[in-house]
């Protein structure tokens, strides 16, 4: 049996398709600041402003700083996956999905801020929860030293020991 060879892998292509991505989700910060303090403030017809606020606060910083540990799990899942089918540009399909699901976990802080802002305590206390999506959004750009490891430690799964691109 012979072992095909798989044609060179475009990381330049998988990084701007993942910066592309990221800012895409950079974007709604400064838009959701703008709506968190242009929408006026509606009460809740059922929960307090403090109890709107201390939910939405809670839940989106329980998603937000648990998106880390959900994409562990997710990246060792195609790590292995990828050092059996030895498939180099599935894996980073699959990269830029779990990328994806990181960003929208991250979004919920966002979201949490506007409603806050809208619904809870107001723009004051919101827009914090927004730039603190926005920072943990930055924080995940992709960068090709990130890529590159991810295909290192594939490679190093399945026992390559050859480091071309």
């Known amino acids: 049996m ?3 060879t798989p044609p060179p892998l475009d990381l330049g ?4 398709r993942m910066r592309v991505t990221a800012g895409g989700f950079l974007a709604t910060v400064p838009l959701a600041v703008l709506v968190a303090w242009i929408i006026p403030h509606r009460a809740s017809a059922t ?4 109890t709107v606020t201390v939910v939405a606060v809670a839940v989106s910083l329980w998603i937000g700083f648990s998106a880390n540990r959900d994409a562990q799990k997710r990246l060792e899942q195609i790590r292995r996956a990828a050092a059996v089918h030895g498939d180099e540009a599935r894996l980073l399909r699959d990269h830029w999905l779990v990328f994806i699901v990181v960003l929208l976990r991250l979004e919920v802080l966002v979201v949490g801020g506007v409603v806050v802002a809208v619904w809870g305590k107001g723009p004051a206390v919101g827009v914090w929860l927004v730039l603190l999506g926005g920072l943990m959004i930055a924080l995940t750009w992709p960068t090709a030293r990130k890529t590159q490891l991810l295909l290192g430690r594939v490679r190093a799964l399945r026992g390559d020991d050859h480091d071309s691109l």
Request: hydrophobic content about 35%.
């Open 13 to 16: 292509k998988h990084l701007l």
């Open 2 to 4: 012979t072992r095909e």
């Open 47 to 50: 929960l307090s402003p403090a």
